[in-house]
């Protein structure tokens, strides 16, 4: 498995301000998603980022709101702008397809717990 | 669109006893996955299935896919309070390699 991180843990934010999160991996990997866990829900995909081109957002998601980079195969960052309370909620990285991995298995950060007051 | 259920939605077990907890596919499975958040943090990668009928097993938690594929269930044995947390299942959509999720079972171990 990869250890993946993400920067910061946990954020308390203004209302109308924006958040970049960050998702560093140890090694190379080929997919890299981000997902929205709202408070007592179930997972739900935002985007899967896709290194050196736009990202690819599920319904219900827009660039404007969710800015994703990936420059690399390693890292990944997620903005979430002009927030809002109802943003308020886990944000986690996840990744596919490790080198030398040949299952689909999708490892998942230790998540960003977000705050808008 | 793919929807898995799961059930219960919540459990609260003595330490020391058995419990199960089943995922439920309105359609075929190509991957099911097994995670288990703590409270507030990220998932914990539990095991994969694919093949109909397969059993994989890790210490005390053993998950099971049935024949047909819409079905499966994870099977803790004498339960202890580390395995307190949210199981989630997590299925391969058929268009691709992203995951949809169950709601979760969270799952209490009183010592």
């Known amino acids: 498995s990869a250890v993946i991180s993400q920067k910061p843990s946990r954020d308390i934010c203004q209302r109308g301000t924006s958040l970049t999160i960050q998702c560093q991996v140890d090694s190379q990997v080929t997919m890299m998603f981000w997902y929205r866990q709202q408070p007592g829900q179930s997972l739900t995909l935002i985007a899967t980022?896709?290194?050196?081109?736009?990202?690819?957002?599920e319904s219900g998601f827009v660039i404007d709101k969710f800015p994703i980079s990936r420059p690399n195969l390693t890292f990944s960052t997620l903005t979430v702008s002009n927030m809002s309370p109802e943003d308020s909620s886990i944000y986690l990285c996840?990744?596919?397809?490790?080198?030398?991995?040949?299952?689909?298995?999708?490892?998942f950060g230790p998540g960003t717990r977000l705050t808008v007051l | 669109s793919q929807e898995l259920e799961q059930s219960p939605q919540s459990l609260i077990v003595q330490e020391g006893k058995n419990l199960t907890i089943n995922c439920t596919s309105s359609k075929t499975l190509y991957g099911l996955y097994w995670y288990k958040q703590k409270y507030g943090e990220g998932l914990i990668f539990l095991m994969m299935?694919?093949?109909?009928?397969e059993e994989k097993s890790h210490e005390k938690i053993t998950a099971k896919l049935d024949e047909k594929k819409q079905q499966s269930s994870l099977h803790i044995t004498a339960s202890q309070p580390s395995h307190a947390g949210i199981y989630l299942c997590?299925?391969?959509?058929?268009?691709?390699?992203?995951?949809?999720f169950g709601e979760g079972t969270q799952l209490t171990v009183n010592p």
């Open positions: 299935l694919q093949k109909g009928g």
């Open positions: 980022a896709n290194q050196g081109s736009e990202a690819t957002y």
């Open positions: 996840s990744v596919e397809r490790l080198a030398g991995d040949s299952t689909d298995t999708q490892y």
């Open positions: 997590g299925a391969d959509r058929p268009s691709g390699s992203r995951l949809t």
